[in-house]
């Protein structure tokens, strides 16, 4: 077990869980507009919709890292250079947070889940993303391959389900702060580019 490998994948998750995107300014903007239990409701949608982009990655790839070493290179290759065309695309964005604070009619808890969840599961982006994020982080010489990206999948999980619980409950104080604090936005968009671009770095650099 190689326990550093771990602990950096916690960090950037959670650094990627606090950076401003669809996910989470979805789910402030619930909070904000039908109160904490309608953002909450969101977020444990969005959680579970990781466990099907877990289990269509820990399978697929699992089964390319047993047959090439070549083809595991080329993906983690494949990896970096997607993390890098999103920190690129980050540079390149409007560094505002726009939120929607109007009164939206509200929806039961059952639905705004399922909304969550399939957003979540029908957006190929969120595959790609965990394609080019989990292989790197593989951080067991003995464990099963498919264990591993199950432990990392929960813990991906784990930390979002933190970073957006905290957004759904302090919904109003986030929002004040980011519309009081003209660069809020410049520094979380600078946080996200050095989170892409360093798990980037970390891919090429490291071994299978």
């Not at 560094?95 to 509200?106: G, H, Q, R, V």
């Not at 990392?152 to 933190?162: D, E, K, Q, R, V």
Request: with cysteine; glycine share 6%.
């Amino acid at each position: 077990m190689h326990y550093p490998i771990l602990i950096g994948f916690v960090v950037s998750s959670l650094a990627l869980a606090l950076s401003p995107g669809p996910d989470n300014i979805f789910v402030l903007t619930e909070s904000i507009s039908n109160g904490v239990k309608s953002g909450l409701a969101t977020v444990y949608g969005l959680i579970s919709g990781c466990l099907v982009h877990t289990t269509l990655l820990a399978f697929g790839v699992s089964e390319i890292i047993k047959r090439s070493d070549t083809l595991f290179f080329a993906m983690k290759l494949f990896g970096a250079m997607y993390l890098l065309f999103l920190a690129f695309k980050v540079y390149r964005s409007d560094a505002s947070i726009l939120l929607n604070k109007e009164k939206t009619p509200a929806k039961s808890t059952k639905k705004l889940f399922m909304t969550g969840f399939t957003m979540n599961v029908l957006n190929p982006k969120v595959t790609i993303f965990f394609l080019a994020f989990f292989p790197g982080f593989l951080f067991s010489d003995t464990l099963n391959t498919v264990l591993q990206f199950y432990v990392l999948g929960l813990l991906f999980m784990l930390c979002a389900l933190i970073i957006f619980s905290l957004l759904a409950v302090l919904a109003g104080s986030v929002s004040k702060y980011l519309t009081t604090h003209n660069k809020a936005g410049f520094y979380l968009k600078w946080v996200q580019i050095v989170v892409f671009t360093g798990i980037a770095i970390y891919l090429i650099l490291s071994d299978k």
